[in-house]
Structures are given as structure tokens and as C-alpha cells.
């Protein structure tokens, strides 16, 4: 951990990158020791406590939650509210949040908070990057959040454990906060009245999910187009379809970006167009208009994303300056919802087209000479062997289930919470079906890297053509572990690996500067 990067977590705003480095522990995070910053921060947190003593009204100080804002609460009782609202909210279902995702859930928290517009204190900054320092992970079930009111329930896990009544993953053990603290010889923290709601009232779980998701998706846009040019070389496909003159015409940078790189791969002005076919297949032909969508979208989703990680989300906002709380309705995650939502589409039709282009691959009346399932096997061990047969069903399922996944989920909203909630975002959902799409679009990409591979070196021996030297790198690596599959063999263990590996994002492809 000695030599990492460390990203400070100030007033300025946090990138993608960011949040994913230190979710990856790949980078440490740190406080800012900037004077002003903290003053800031404390004269937030000073001011709420002046208003309370001067004027004793302040919702979710001193009144109800919700629809419950017309309750007074009686001010000797005001402390014990934020530790209602922590428990009556511990009501989570589903699956746990990994170790990377609580990691982007508490950076996208501290960061919003750090704006300095939620009223709270640097101690409560100062613990949530204690958590960090220590990889102390509050255990977060991953289902019950709307999505409005912020994620509530997930981000009541946090605030639960920072007062020692939940269980955190530590040292990779499940056990209780209070625990953990005692051992480090912490105090378990004192929640200021505002502070329960400005940890939970806003969109830190689906604004961390969708950081994760973007990075994925990102590297899945450049893999794509890398697998695409392999195809089209093993499917003696037209080089044409990607030239630089064709893509002048139509002005999407992002489709022209990804009609470049696999121009590039398959060194399209070195080789003839096909004789026997003037124009391939969609998948192949159009594989830049359906990548493309994809790359133009990442612009503009970033853009979305990274506004709402380094927004003040939660409700009220103070202005310290104005000396004024503010009502509102900022812990809504419409945008999130609105980019997972998009960005759902976009990575299920990468699966869809790997699919299509295994569908090529496989048949014998479209691959223009492969073997059926690019089955490696001669003479008369061929009648016995069916090469990629099952991985293309597979595909096919994986695909299916992706595709399933895409419908909207912000046009769900349900009107809640005694109809105070009666519009909510579903955003969260949103952002977990992302991830969802994105591991099924993986194992696509992993079995159609695998087929691609076999199908060009297949083609390779039918007639050698010249490989660009990124393209003999990539296809080397790949072969290096991977046999060619001529005896059938069992897939899954394979498929795993490079699903991990694809995941890790083991190949730099293309030049870095054309991030979105
Ligand atoms: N998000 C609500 C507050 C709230 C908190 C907890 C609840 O259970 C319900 C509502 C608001 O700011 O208006």
C-alpha cells in the first residue's frame, strides 16, 4: 500500500478514476489539511447548532422524517432521533455490496459531504475516511432503496456502523462496528442531530455503482472493437466497411473513433475488399454504429455522473454564508437513474453483437470456409468433436438475460412513504442492473474473445495474412494460454479466467488519450 497514489478529498471535485482507483485500492484517499476547507466545514456544522439553540425548528432536527414533518420533536429528545432514523431504516434485503462498491459508496459520500452544504461536522469527514484508511466496510444489503430520499436504507448501514450498531467486513471478517472500534480504541461516534440525515438522505450507493459501471463499460467499448477486427479478418470480411473516407460523412466522434480503431487493427488499406461479398453482415459491417452509440454516450454520461458525485445531495442544504437552510429535493437521483438506465442499452447491445458475430462464426453457411463451430478437429476425429457448439448457446443465454435486463427502471416510480415520497427515481435499481448487464456482456466478450482468437488463427491456416503488430501482441497473449480447441474439452474453467482477466482490464488497448 506504501507506494500508491493518494487522492485528497476536498472541496474540488473527484473523477470517475478516482473513485474506481480507490474503490480497486488501487489509490489511498486523504482528507484535505486545507485551513479554510475545515473551517468551512465547522462553520456548517456550528451554524446548524446556533439556528437549533436560537430558534429550535429545523426539519429532521427537530421535527418527524418525511411525511412525518408536521411531528415535533421535543428538543430534549432531538439526539436520539439521527439513531432512530439509522434503525428504523436497518430493514435492507438482497445481496452485500463487495468490497470495491462500499469503498466508491463511502468515497461518493465523503465527497458530497465535503462540499460543506449538509451542516455536518469534520469529525463525521474525519471518520468516514478513518473507515477508508482502515478498509473498515460496512456490510450494506444491496436492495431497498428507491432511490429518492436518496438510498435511505443501504446508507443507513453506514451511519449505523459509524455509531458501533451494524456489522463491518474487517480484516475479512463479518463482525460488529462497536467491536472493531474497541479494538482500535475508537469511540463510536455521537451522531449530531442533522448528521443521520445527511449521511443517508442522498444518492452516494447508485452514484458509486454508476462510477464502477461507466469503467467497465468504457474498457468494454475498446475490447469490442479490438474482437470486432478479429472477426472480420476471420470472417474474410470487407475492410472497406471502416475506411476513413466512408466515416467522414457521418460525424459521430465516437462512431468514427471506434471505425478507426479497428480500420487500424485489421490495416484495412493493405487489404483488398472481398471478392465474393461486396457488403458483410450488420454485425460486422455496422459494428461501429452499435459500438459507436456506446463511445458517444460515455461523453455525456461521465459528464452526469461526475455532476452528481461531486454535488451536495442530501436535504436541507445550509448556506453558511446566507445563514439560510434551504429545502429541497436534492437527494433525487433522476440522473443517475436516467444514465444507468441508458447506459443499460448501450452494453446489452455490445453483448448482442458479439452474439450475432458468434452466430457468423459458427455456421458454416456465414464463416466463408471456417469449420462448423470452429471446431479445430480434422480427419475422423471431426465427426466427434463440436468446437464452440455450447459457448455459443451460452452466449446466447447471457446475451437473452442482459437484454432482459435493459427495461427502464426510473418508469417505475411508485408513489411511497405515505405519498410523501409519491415521485422517486429507482435509480439504484438502475444502477445495479448496469453491473448486472455488464457481467453478462463480459462473459460474452470473454467466449466470443476465445472464438474470435480460434477462429482467426484458423483462418491463419487457411492463408497467412499480415497482422499489425498491437494485433499479433493481443492474439499472442491470448494463445499463450489458451490451445486452440480441437478435442472438446470442458470451457468453463477458460472462460472464467478471461472473464477475469477482461474484468481487470488486463490489455491497455488503443491510445489512452482517446478517453471519453
Ligand atoms: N428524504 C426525506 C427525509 C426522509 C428520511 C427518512 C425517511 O424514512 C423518510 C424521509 C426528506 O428530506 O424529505
Keep these: 500500500m506504501t507506494n500508491q497514489p493518494s487522492i485528497t478529498i476536498s472541496q474540488q471535485p473527484l473523477t470517475i478514476e478516482q473513485v474506481v482507483a480507490i474503490a480497486k485500492a488501487k489509490a489511498s484517499s486523504k482528507l ?3 485551513v479554510a476547507f475545515k473551517q468551512q466545514i465547522q462553520r456548517g456544522a456550528d451554524f446548524l447548532a446556533k439556528l437549533l439553540a436560537d430558534e429550535g425548528v429545523i426539519y429532521g432536527v427537530t421535527t418527524g422524517y418525511g411525511d412525518s414533518v408536521t411531528v415535533p420533536v421535543a428538543l430534549d429528545k432531538v439526539h436520539e432521533l439521527p439513531v432512530h432514523l439509522t434503525r428504523f431504516h436497518g430493514c435492507g434485503m438482497g445481496e452485500y455490496f463487495d468490497a470495491e462498491q462500499t469503498r466508491a459508496i463511502l468515497v461518493a459520500r465523503l465527497r458530497s459531504l465535503a462540499h460543506g452544504a449538509s451542516g455536518v461536522s469534520w469529525t463525521l469527514l474525519e471518520r468516514l475516511q478513518a473507515l477508508l484508511d482502515a478498509d473498515i466496510l460496512p456490510l450494506i444489503p444491496s436492495e431497498g432503496s428507491v432511490g429518492a430520499s436518496g438510498d435511505l436504507t443501504p446508507l443507513s448501514y453506514l451511519a449505523g456502523a459509524l455509531i458501533g450498531e451494524r456489522d463491518v467486513i474487517y480484516q475479512g471478517q463479518q463482525q460488529r462496528s462497536a467491536e472493531v472500534f474497541k479494538a482500535l480504541g475508537w469511540t463510536a461516534l455521537q451522531l449530531k442531530p442533522k448528521e443521520g440525515l445527511a449521511i443517508m438522505n442522498g444518492t452516494a450507493v447508485m452514484t458509486a455503482l454508476a462510477c464502477l459501471a461507466w469503467h467497465r463499460a468504457e474498457y468494454l467499448s475498446r475490447l ?57 453482415r450488420y454485425s460486422v459491417r455496422c459494428a461501429p454504429h452499435v459500438i459507436g452509440v ?149 462473459q460474452v466478450v470473454s467466449a466470443s474473445l476465445l472464438a474470435a482468437v480460434q477462429a482467426l488463427s484458423l483462418r491463419q491456416q487457411r492463408h497467412q ?52
Design 32 to 34: 484535505s489539511d486545507d
Design 224 to 280: 469490442s472493437s479490438r474482437i470486432t477486427a478479429l472477426v472480420s479478418m476471420a470472417l474474410d470480411g470487407n475492410p472497406q466497411h471502416f475506411s476513413e473516407a466512408l466515416f467522414k460523412v457521418k460525424p459521430h466522434l465516437g462512431q468514427q473513433q471506434v471505425a478507426t480503431w479497428i480500420r487500424d487493427d485489421i490495416a484495412a488499406t493493405q487489404h483488398q475488399r472481398s471478392q465474393q461479398r461486396l457488403q458483410d
Design 294 to 442: 456506446l463511445r458517444d454516450a460515455l461523453p455525456w454520461l461521465r459528464e452526469t455522473i461526475e455532476n452528481e458525485l461531486n454535488s451536495a445531495n442530501d436535504n436541507p442544504i445550509i448556506d453558511v454564508e446566507a445563514e439560510q437552510v434551504m429545502h429541497g429535493g436534492h437527494f433525487y437521483g433522476g440522473h443517475i437513474a436516467l444514465a444507468m438506465d441508458t447506459l443499460k442499452t448501450a452494453v446489452a447491445n455490445i453483448a448482442d453483437l458479439h452474439d450475432r458475430q458468434m452466430a457468423l462464426l459458427m455456421d458454416t453457411k456465414f464463416n466463408h470456409g471456417l469449420p462448423a463451430n470452429l471446431s479445430a478437429a480434422e480427419n475422423d476425429r471431426k465427426a466427434l468433436n463440436h468446437g464452440f457448439k455450447a459457448v455459443q448457446i451460452g452466449c446466447s443465454a447471457w446475451t437473452a438475460e442482459a437484454l432482459k435486463l435493459t427495461m427502464p427502471a426510473s418508469v417505475f416510480s411508485r408513489s411511497t412513504e405515505c405519498h410523501n415520497q409519491d415521485k422517486v427515481s429507482m435509480g439504484t435499481i438502475a444502477a445495479r442492473d448496469c453491473l448486472r448487464i455488464l457481467t453478462l456482456t463480459e
Design 465 to 516: 495474412r499480415e497482422l499489425t503488430d498491437d494485433v499479433k501482441h493481443f492474439v499472442d497473449d491470448v494463445r499463450e494460454q489458451f490451445d486452440l480447441v480441437a478435442e472438446d474439452r470442458p470451457l468453463e474453467a477458460e472462460l472464467r479466467y478471461w472473464l477475469s482477466q477482461i474484468q481487470q482490464q488486463r490489455w491497455s488497448l488503443y491510445a489512452k488519450e482517446d478517453m471519453s
